[in-house]
C-alpha cells in the first residue's frame, strides 16, 4: 500500500512522537534511569519549532495526557506541562529558529526545566516531590541531546516531504 504525499507526511509526525513515547517507557538499567532525557518534551519541541501551525498545544496537551496514563501519575499534570512548553515553544518559534544550535540547546533546556518545575509543583502540592538533584539531570541531558536529535529530526521532516 502506497501513502499519498498527506498520508507520508502524517506517518513521519505521527512515527516520531511514537518513537520518543516508545524511548520514554522503554526500561533503562537503575543506574541510568536518571539521565532519560525527556524524549516526548524534545521531539514536542522541535515539532513546535518545525511548523507550529500543525503541532501545537492541542498535540502537547494530548502528549503529556499519554503520558500521565502510561506512567500512572496525577491525571493531568503532564498534560499540563506539555501544554506550557508546546505554548511557550511556538510563541517563541520564530526567535528560536534563528538561533544557532548551541543558543537553542540552551533554550530548549530552559523550555524542559519550565516542564519540570511544573510537574514538581504539581508533585509537590499532593506531597509527592523527589527530594535528590537527580531529579534535573533528564533537562541537562535534553539539551546536550537537543544539537543531535535536531539535525536527525529535521532530516526526516525533509524525507517525510514536511514543509
Not at 502524517?10 to 537503575?30: D, H, Q, Y
Amino acid at each position: 500500500m502506497r501513502l499519498g504525499p498527506d498520508g507520508r507526511r502524517r506517518a513521519t509526525l505521527i512515527g516520531t512522537f511514537a518513537a520518543a513515547i516508545i524511548l520514554a517507557i522503554m526500561p533503562f538499567p537503575v543506574w541510568a534511569e536518571p539521565f532519560r532525557p525527556d524524549w516526548v518534551g524534545l521531539v514536542l519541541i522541535y515539532w513546535c519549532l518545525a511548523i507550529p501551525d500543525r503541532v501545537s498545544v492541542g498535540t502537547g496537551w494530548l502528549l503529556g495526557f499519554i503520558q500521565d496514563i502510561l506512567f500512572g501519575s496525577l491525571l493531568g499534570s503532564n498534560a499540563l506541562a506539555k501544554t506550557l512548553v508546546a505554548f511557550l515553544a511556538v510563541r517563541l518559534h520564530l526567535q528560536l529558529r534563528m538561533f544557532p544550535r548551541w543558543q537553542q540547546a540552551v533554550s530548549v533546556l530552559g523550555l524542559l526545566v519550565v516542564n519540570q518545575l511544573l510537574v514538581l509543583w504539581i508533585r509537590g502540592a499532593i506531597g509527592q516531590a523527589p527530594d535528590t538533584f537527580s531529579y534535573w539531570t533528564p533537562s541537562i541531558v535534553g539539551a546536550l541531546l537537543w544539537p543531535w536529535l535536531f539535525v536527525i529530526l529535521r532530516d526526516l521532516r525533509r524525507r517525510g516531504g514536511i514543509a
